[in-house]
């Protein structure tokens, strides 16, 4: 706990939730490079345990950002071990490939739940310490499903376009009180495990580098106010757009 105490009064916090060994982790690392100290949010609290030894000045807390009373319960150990976040990026996703009609209804329910409800989640309970503060940063991570819906996505783009809405709508309203909103369209296959054998045959400048994702955000943050961004594209240089 003295160890808590001493981030709490030192550190400027950020909360990342959707922490998995991929882009999650890669911008958690980020900004403990930069000085803060980061509350993990994921629903595996296994997995968080082992990134919380393997990164300093983390927090790891199990939550289902979906589920508004777990996020109740998540944000109060937050503030009560850490302090206020002053940085929140929502990187949690849920995702399903299929068409329209072979779709699941209630899995488009479920990606909804995660994608823009847990954004809406987050984001009231975080950006009221954020205004009274008159500074902060939301972020939210998506992809080109926010922009078109293809066939096969059916399940997933239409959550997507309605996070990016509802990212834009937030920038509308905290931008004028110094909180600045953005979102990051990711039209990449980024490069994890699963995704490299997938893409098996594909050189390595094929995949977009979690640490430059994780680099593109930690930039967003430190944007000045006479510059910020709300949309911003990240691609690798030979991707097909």
């Given at each position: 706990?003295?160890?808590?105490k001493?981030?709490?009064?030192?550190?400027?916090?950020?909360?990342?939730?959707?922490?998995?060994?991929?882009?999650?982790?890669?911008?958690?690392?980020?900004?403990?490079?930069?000085?803060?100290?980061?509350?993990?949010?994921?629903?595996?609290?296994?997995?968080?345990?082992?990134?919380?030894?393997?990164?300093?000045?983390?927090?790891?807390v199990?939550?289902?950002?979906?589920?508004?009373?777990?996020?109740?319960?998540?944000?109060?150990?937050?503030?009560?071990?850490?302090?206020?976040?002053?940085?929140?990026?929502?990187?949690?996703?849920?995702?399903?490939?299929?068409?329209?009609?072979?779709?699941?209804?209630?899995?488009?329910?479920?990606?909804?739940?995660?994608?823009?409800?847990?954004?809406?989640?987050?984001?009231?309970?975080?950006?009221p310490?954020?205004?009274?503060?008159?500074?902060?940063?939301?972020?939210?991570?998506?992809?080109?499903?926010?922009?078109?819906?293809k066939?096969?996505?059916?399940?997933?783009?239409?959550?997507?376009?309605?996070?990016r809405?509802?990212?834009?709508?937030?920038?509308?309203?905290?931008?004028?009180k110094?909180?600045?909103?953005?979102?990051?369209?990711?039209d990449?296959?980024?490069?994890?495990?699963?995704?490299?054998?997938?893409?098996?045959?594909?050189?390595?400048?094929?995949?977009?580098?979690?640490?430059?994702?994780?680099?593109?955000?930690?930039?967003?943050?430190?944007?000045?106010?006479?510059?910020?961004?709300?949309?911003?594209?990240?691609?690798?240089?030979?991707?097909?757009?």
């Amino acid at each position: 706990m003295a160890r808590r105490k001493e981030m709490q009064m030192t550190k400027p916090i950020a909360l990342v939730s959707g922490v998995g060994p991929g882009t999650g982790k890669a911008i958690v690392e980020r900004f403990v490079r930069g000085g803060y100290c980061v509350a993990m949010l994921a629903r595996s609290r296994e997995r968080l345990d082992v990134f919380a030894r393997e990164i300093p000045d983390t927090l790891a807390v199990a939550c289902d950002v979906a589920d508004a009373t777990q996020v109740d319960a998540a944000v109060a150990r937050v503030r009560k071990e850490l302090g206020a976040p002053e940085v929140l990026v929502h990187n949690a996703v849920g995702g399903w490939f299929a068409n329209f009609l072979d779709l699941d209804p209630a899995i488009l329910n479920n990606n909804f739940q995660v994608n823009a409800m847990g954004l809406l989640h987050l984001a009231q309970r975080l950006a009221p310490a954020m205004i009274d503060a008159g500074k902060g940063t939301i972020v939210a991570t998506g992809n080109t499903s926010a922009l078109r819906g293809k066939a096969s996505f059916a399940g997933f783009a239409p959550t997507k376009a309605a996070q990016r809405i509802l990212a834009e709508s937030m920038a509308r309203t905290l931008g004028p009180k110094g909180v600045h909103v953005a979102y990051v369209v990711i039209d990449a296959v980024i490069d994890l495990e699963w995704t490299r054998r997938l893409n098996s045959d594909k050189p390595d400048e094929f995949f977009c580098k979690p640490a430059d994702i994780a680099d593109e955000i930690w930039h967003l943050v430190q944007q000045p106010r006479s510059a910020w961004s709300f949309n911003v594209e990240v691609r690798p240089f030979g991707e097909n757009w």
